[in-house]
């Protein structure tokens, strides 16, 4: 059982996803987490009777109670968080980091030397406890606090530790992952519709495919390529199917969105710093 007391600095969609995990994962008690925003009590109260996690405007937040800060704001917002966070921080306290594309260098530099930062990229898989989630420590962060953040993010997921170097590509493939099977499956419903079947079974027959596929991957010895020849009769419909995506440029689509997700989380302190042409 996690003992720490973290506080979440956004309520939005990631936020959310992530509370409800920890909440029902049963590893960390409900009031053990504070959840905060800038102004929308609204918010704050649909999240506080969904999860019974106590809930207060960032500007209300008791500092001295909160072992991890869980930054889960845009990154457009990240430079007035560390400013307004820099001189109420203590030395033991902890930055967890979910923004993408912020690396650890850039809040280190704008905050007091030595203040401990993690950066982690979750996904909104973590609602059902199905996130795959990279940790990636800042300089300063010690040992025993990465350890507990490790053991928060378990009970959301699995947890990978990767060097910061990658986590730009890890963001392309599993931050943002979940939206390319979504369109997948956007895409499956629309064409089973063409041919006049309803929504609902055509979602649970696309959603079970995925699934079956996916726990194959994780349960087998065989590779993709493997399995995906398993399927593939000589002749017969998969190979039909794949020589249609093959033509379409379906390979190259998968590459291109990764590799896009990734240039963009890329991006996104260089644009912060202005150090983009166009940006501010
Ligand atoms: N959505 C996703 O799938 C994933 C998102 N992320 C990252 O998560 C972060 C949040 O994304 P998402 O949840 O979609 O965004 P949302 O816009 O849904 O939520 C942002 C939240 O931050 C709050 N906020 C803004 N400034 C502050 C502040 N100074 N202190 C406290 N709260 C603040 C906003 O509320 P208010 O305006 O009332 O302050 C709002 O609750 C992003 O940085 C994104 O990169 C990472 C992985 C996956
Ligand atoms: O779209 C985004 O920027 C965020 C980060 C990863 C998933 N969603």
Do not use: C, W
């Amino acid at each position: 059982m996690i003992k720490q007391t973290i506080a979440f600095l956004g309520a939005g969609s990631m936020a959310e996803a992530m509370i409800s995990g920890m909440v029902e994962s049963g590893n960390i008690p409900a009031e053990n987490i504070i959840v905060t925003n800038r102004s929308n009590q609204e918010r704050l109260n649909t999240i506080n009777h969904k999860y019974g996690v106590r809930t207060v405007l960032k500007d209300e937040l008791n500092f001295a109670e909160v072992d991890q800060f869980i930054l889960a704001m845009k990154p457009k917002d990240i430079d007035a968080v560390l400013a307004d966070l820099k001189d109420k921080l203590t030395a033991n306290q902890v930055l967890v980091s979910v923004l993408a594309g912020i690396t650890t260098s850039y809040m280190e530099e704008r905050l007091n030397e030595g203040q401990q930062v993690i950066r982690v990229m979750p996904n909104t898989s973590s609602m059902l406890r199905e996130s795959a989630t990279a940790i990636s420590p800042g300089r300063f962060a010690d040992m025993d606090n990465v350890l507990v953040a490790k053991e928060l993010l378990k009970s959301i997921g699995e947890v990978f530790v990767i060097e910061e170097d990658k986590m730009d590509v890890f963001t392309g493939i599993a931050g943002s992952g979940p939206a390319y099977f979504y369109y997948l499956m956007e895409h499956i419903e629309e064409t089973g519709r063409a041919e006049g079947m309803d929504r609902e079974t055509l979602r649970e027959i696309g959603a079970q495919t995925l699934l079956g596929a996916a726990k194959m991957m994780l349960e087998r010895d065989e590779s993709p390529t493997e399995l995906r020849e398993n399927v593939t009769s000589p002749n017969g419909t998969t190979a039909a199917g794949l020589n249609a995506l093959d033509q379409a440029g379906g390979g190259y689509a998968i590459s291109e969105a990764i590799k896009g997700a990734a240039g963009r989380s890329k991006e996104l302190s260089k644009e912060l710093e202005g150090l983009l042409v166009g940006s501010k």
